[in-house]
């Protein structure tokens, strides 16, 4: 019987610490979204991260999150679901966890206008979500009065010229962006590899 991991959070170069949740029964993706979730493919695929993701979802959900809040506590940052996305059952750990965790920003990105603002309305100043957008969003999703970040963006794809719009995500893989792309002035720098990664940035967790 699987225990749970030694270490609760994931880790990768480039966004830091992150808690890390499975796509099936989470994800809400949009036609763009599906075509380039990178969690489909690759190390976030393979049996053991998804059985840890799995297991992240159910301990999230539970009664007691000690061993979170310990590995959180010293973190300058940490990414909230670095892949899958977030359910509202998480939603009451993640406010205990920020404020045991004061120093701590928990940030991230989500697909649900509905568990952003469940988070935002917090206003904790350690916690915050942005709603991800790209062409294929829903209108409901588009409406959301919060802070936008846009992708994944292909070489066709029109960023509005939108105050909400914090960050631009190009369709990237494996470290290349997709060919033919052009630079928007809203780009990740560490997607262009300008940067050692998000907490070299900052722009996706300092906005607040």
């Given at each position: 019987?699987?225990?749970?991991?030694?270490?609760?959070?994931?880790?990768?170069?480039?966004?830091?610490?992150?808690?890390?949740?499975?796509?099936?029964?989470?994800?809400?993706?949009?036609?763009?979204?599906?075509?380039?979730?990178?969690?489909?493919r690759g190390?976030?695929?393979?049996?053991l991260?998804?059985?840890?993701h799995?297991?992240?979802?159910?301990?999230?959900?539970?009664?007691?999150i000690?061993?979170?809040?310990?590995?959180?506590?010293?973190?300058?940052?940490?990414?909230l679901?670095g892949s899958?996305?977030?359910?509202?059952?998480?939603?009451?750990?993640?406010?205990?966890?920020?404020?045991?965790c004061?120093?701590?920003?928990?940030w991230?990105?989500?697909?649900?206008v509905e568990?952003?603002?469940l988070?935002?309305?917090a206003r904790?100043?350690n916690?915050?979500?942005?709603?991800?957008?790209d062409?294929?969003?829903?209108?409901?999703?588009?409406?959301?009065r919060?802070?936008l970040?846009?992708?994944p963006?292909?070489?066709?794809?029109?960023v509005?010229?939108?105050?909400?719009?914090?960050?631009?995500?190009?369709?990237?893989?494996?470290g290349r962006?997709?060919?033919?792309m052009?630079?928007?002035?809203?780009d990740?720098?560490?997607?262009?590899?300008?940067?050692s990664?998000?907490?070299?940035c900052g722009r996706?967790?300092?906005w607040?």
């Open positions: 019987m699987y225990k749970g991991p030694r270490h609760i959070l994931s880790e990768n170069r480039k966004t830091g610490w992150s808690i890390d949740l499975p796509l099936k029964g989470h994800c809400r993706p949009t036609p763009n979204c599906s075509k380039a979730c990178y969690a489909k190390p976030q695929s393979w049996p991260p998804v059985r840890k799995l297991w992240m979802s159910q301990y999230l959900a539970g009664p007691d000690s061993r979170l809040i310990d590995e959180c506590r010293h973190l300058r940052a940490v990414r679901s899958g996305d977030l359910l509202e059952a998480h939603v009451p750990n993640l406010i205990s966890l920020a404020k045991e004061h120093k701590t920003r928990f991230g990105m989500t697909r649900k568990i952003a603002q988070i935002n309305n904790l100043p916690l915050r979500l942005l709603v991800t957008v062409p294929t969003s829903t209108l409901d999703t588009w409406n959301h919060g802070k970040c846009f992708g963006r292909h070489p066709q794809d029109r509005p010229r939108d105050s909400r719009i914090l960050a631009v995500f190009p369709a990237h893989y494996s962006v997709e060919s033919g052009t630079r928007h002035q809203k990740c720098p560490g997607v262009w590899h300008e940067t990664g998000c907490l070299a996706c967790f300092s607040w």
